[in-house]
């Protein structure tokens, strides 16, 4: 079967503009959950969406948005776009909500490079 | 709150050698999930290992076992038999009530022919 799906793999920005990352999950799998990946912070959580809900949110300002569809694709939009957003972004994708008792798939993620 | 502390940056081993590549955690949930992840240069995340706190009996997947050591809170991960394609970037993480994934800084895991 697919895997996750991530679109675009890789987007060059400006300082300002906005961007939006799509997030196809494993057909069947209900929740979706984003990580920002980058050299000096390493992974961390963004948020995790599930039946078109924001369920869990991480740490990240306000400029970090996300949603989720009846379908279960997802997409997060990064507004006015900052050079400390440059990252890997990776999607996860989980049968049900939470990862505690399920797996956690992974897509190959999306590089965006702010300059 | 949660951590996952990888202190080896980078590591290397021979090729059909075994590496066993440490990991520490803090927490003070009594239910969670470790892991190990993997991920090449595709950069795609890959399962490698889970291990349910609850358990004692340590995971296993063919080459790869863990040494989960849950007083100590020390979840190590064992690659024996190292293969090329075992080079990777390997991550440990956790999980909990949050139903977020913690993940340490990685260790970078070079195979030498």
């Known amino acids: 079967k697919a895997g996750v799906t991530q679109t675009p793999r890789y987007l060059i920005k400006t300082r300002g503009q906005q961007v939006t990352l799509s997030c196809s999950p494993i057909?069947?799998?209900?929740?979706v959950s984003w990580y920002q990946q980058t050299p000096g912070q390493g992974l961390q959580f963004l948020f995790e969406?599930?039946?078109?809900?924001?369920?869990n949110k991480g740490n990240f300002p306000g400029r970090f948005s996300g949603r989720q569809f009846s379908n279960s694709r997802s997409e997060m939009n990064v507004s006015t776009l900052e050079l400390g957003d440059s990252a890997l972004y990776l999607c996860?994708?989980?049968?049900?909500?939470?990862?505690?008792?399920?797996?956690?798939?992974f897509g190959q993620g999306t590089r965006l490079t702010v300059v | 709150a949660q951590t996952v502390t990888q202190s080896q940056p980078e590591m290397s081993v021979q090729e059909a050698e075994t590496v066993t590549l440490s990991c520490t955690y803090d927490t003070s949930e009594s239910d969670y999930y470790l892991f190990w992840y993997k991920q090449p240069p595709s950069r795609q995340m890959i399962l490698v290992i889970r291990q349910e706190a609850y358990k004692q009996q340590n995971a296993t997947e063919n080459r790869f076992s863990v040494n989960f050591q849950k007083a100590a809170k020390s979840f190590s991960l064992k690659i024996s038999d190292s293969q090329l394609g075992d080079a990777a970037m390997y991550f440990c993480a956790y999980t909990g009530d949050h139903d977020k994934i913690i993940f340490g800084k990685g260790t970078r895991l070079h195979i030498l022919p």
């Open positions: 969406y599930f039946s078109e809900t924001q369920r």
């Open positions: 057909s069947g799998h209900r929740s």
């Open positions: 996860a994708s989980t049968r049900n909500a939470g990862i505690m008792n399920t797996e956690a798939f």
